[in-house]
């Protein structure tokens, strides 16, 4: 006798919002996680453990899922057997070779190796680890977290072992059993249906059948296919990140960018469904004529099969055609984009946090006390959308302030800003349905000292983005990153009450940048890498 799975469709209040944040989370709302829902505490309590884990522990995917490969296996529990096989394989970038192998408590790695030896301990004698253990783990590079860590992934895995076995759960993956020794899942029976496309893909195993297509002037129809890889894409790839509504990235694709046109490709399976994307920036403005931008999507279900390779191998041969010598793209730090791009050329070239202010949960005095500290010679201003005139060409001199901002290895090149540049960057925003506000420092002097820029996107949604936050080196040391940066979080909380997070990003060694924020309270959430390929010339 099995237990009851509640359906999403039917599913009200706390439980149907339990379900998209399970969709967020894995991609999909499996079996498990309908049974989970008997008891919304327990399915919510199984979500924050394992979006916590994901998002602020220090084991990489493929080391947590060789994990629950092993626990899995010594379990004998097929239903979480099969979830891990194909995520292991398919999400985390395992091999079929290294996914049995983690079944066994092996790995080649030394340190992934002393990982599952001692989580292959802690399962066959239930916890009791030998001294001797523990010590082979620290020898082995483990921290004393570390080793916590992967107890509590241990622990979370024979939980969701019990629980399929118990409640005779259906398997709704490509099936794998126990008894038998191949972890390469068949996609054939893959819920593909519910499945989300990841932005990164694996080395070619398999031979692909996508066709590759250049999108000239993007219909409608295109855009909608093109928002259905992205917005799977980013809820797979980035749990709590806002997913774009099909009207920004209508907009995003349709609409002219600064000091860039934009070149794009649309992958399809024989189906004629939409299974990856690729979209490449190309710089015109003076100093970044060498520089072109990537973004890259592929389904998961369709990876390792070459579609990411296609697309890929598509874009540098326009960045040859283009005359680029550097391509960068933006992926998640040590996550299966960032292994993919580097097994193509690609190198880490600057590392970024990001960080999220929550206002609702900011000591909204502090906030003000920042604010309405004096600054001797300074006075503040701010704006919605364009520059006032008389402020445009002080404001132009701003921005140019930029140009030392720390970029790592990237061969970023440089920008120069006059007003009419600023004016127009203010009308790209205007045009995509997006509001930019502004709030800056002018010195008695009347130049501009320093300002900081926010994003809200069109809809109003609850979180908003960081642009630009510059001092202009001869006023830096008087506190007004901080002043100008807490003044705008006092004109968000006042005049759009339904904003209730900003996200920034910094490279890691912007120090000055990163204490400010830190002071202000924004929390680091998640890390990224700006990668870079050296476009070789044939």
């Excluded at 991609?27 to 979006?51: D, E, H, Q």
């Excluded at 819920?191 to 993007?218: G, Y």
């Amino acid at each position: 006798m099995s237990l009851h799975t509640v359906e999403p469709e039917i599913a009200t209040g706390e439980t149907a919002a339990l379900f998209t944040a399970t969709h967020r989370a894995l991609g999909v709302i499996p079996n498990l996680a309908r049974v989970m829902a008997n008891s919304p505490a327990v399915l919510k309590g199984y979500l924050g453990v394992v979006t916590t884990l994901s998002a602020e522990g220090t084991l990489p995917a493929d080391v947590r899922e060789s994990i629950a490969l092993l626990v899995a296996q010594e379990n004998g529990s097929d239903y979480c057997l099969s979830v891990h096989a194909f995520r292991g394989t398919v999400v985390a970038g395992l091999s079929a070779a290294e996914a049995t192998s983690a079944r066994r408590g092996k790995a080649d790695a030394p340190w992934a190796a002393a990982v599952l030896e001692l989580a292959a301990a802690t399962v066959r004698d239930r916890g009791t680890v030998a001294d001797e253990q523990l010590a082979a783990a620290r020898r082995a590079g483990l921290s004393d977290g570390q080793i916590v860590e992967v107890i509590a992934h241990v622990s979370l895995n024979v939980f969701t072992n019990y629980l399929a076995t118990a409640a005779r759960i259906d398997v709704d993956w490509p099936l794998v059993r126990h008894t038998d020794w191949t972890s390469a899942p068949s996609t054939r029976n893959a819920p593909s249906v519910r499945r989300t496309p990841d932005s990164t893909t694996k080395a070619v195993t398999l031979p692909t059948s996508a066709q590759v297509n250049p999108l000239q002037h993007v219909s409608a129809a295109e855009a909608i296919a093109w928002h259905r890889v992205v917005a799977a894409s980013t809820a797979h790839d980035l749990p709590g990140v806002p997913v774009p509504d099909p009207g920004q990235v209508h907009a995003q694709l349709t609409q002219p960018a600064l000091g860039s046109r934009r070149l794009m490709w649309l992958a399809t399976g024989t189906d004629g469904l939409p299974i990856g994307v690729a979209a490449l920036r190309v710089f015109t403005s003076a100093g970044q004529e060498h520089l072109a931008e990537l973004e890259l999507h592929v389904d998961p279900a369709h990876r390792r099969r070459g579609t990411g390779s296609l697309l890929l191998s598509a874009v540098v041969a326009a960045c040859r055609a283009e005359s680029r010598r550097s391509l960068i793209a933006t992926a998640a730090a040590d996550g299966p984009g960032e292994a993919f791009s580097g097994r193509r050329g690609f190198r880490r070239a600057l590392a970024l946090s990001h960080l999220v202010l929550r206002l609702d949960e900011t000591d909204g005095a502090d906030l003000l006390r920042i604010a309405d500290a004096k600054h001797p010679g300074y006075r503040l201003t701010g704006w919605t959308g364009t520059v006032p005139d008389d402020l445009a060409a002080a404001f132009a001199a701003a921005k140019n302030a930029m140009n030392d901002m720390p970029v790592g290895d990237l061969d970023y090149g440089s920008v120069a800003w006059d007003a009419d540049r600023v004016r127009a960057m203010a009308a790209v925003v205007a045009d995509r349905g997006d509001t930019l506000l502004t709030v800056a420092a002018v010195h008695d002097s009347g130049s501009m000292a320093g300002y900081t820029e926010i994003l809200i996107p069109r809809g109003a949604p609850p979180r908003v983005q960081q642009y630009d936050t510059a001092v202009v080196p001869e006023h830096r040391g008087h506190g007004l990153g901080l002043w100008v940066k807490a003044t705008m979080a006092n004109r968000l909380r006042a005049e759009y009450p339904a904003v209730v997070e900003i996200e920034t990003d910094n490279a890691d060694d912007n120090v000055h940048m990163l204490a400010v924020n830190h002071r202000l309270g924004f929390r680091s959430y998640r890390r990224t890498c700006e990668l870079q390929l050296d476009v070789p010339a044939t």
